[in-house]
């Protein structure tokens, strides 16, 4: 089974509800809800059927956010930019 990462700072946990709650479009929301609900340990599979997506979908936003932390739930977020370089995104 993958989770999302629950071994992070109380910042990060702080800003995945703040994102959720404050989500300005239904992508995000059901990003961050997914997250949530990873974190408590809902199934792959679960979490698909009360978010409407695939399990393939949840599978690949818990890697992003796993692997990119919460700028990875942002669908057009790049760890590299086209000449190489780190890209930060200010929230």
């Known amino acids: 089974m993958i989770f999302a990462k629950r ?5 990060i946990i702080y800003n995945v509800y703040n994102l959720h709650y404050n989500a300005k479009n239904s992508r995000m929301f059901l990003r961050t809800k997914i997250i949530i609900l990873s974190w ?3 199934p792959v599979a679960e979490i ?3 978010t409407g997506l695939s399990p393939t979908t949840v599978g690949i936003w818990i890697r992003r956010f796993n692997r990119n932390g919460i700028h990875g739930l942002y ?3 790049s760890s590299k930019n086209k000449k ?4 930060a995104i200010v929230i």
Do not use: C, M, S
């Open 7 to 11: 071994n992070i700072n109380k910042e």
């Open 40 to 42: 408590q340990e809902k």
């Open 84 to 87: 190489g370089l780190d890209v």
């Open 75 to 77: 669908y057009n977020y």
């Open 48 to 50: 698909a059927g009360l």
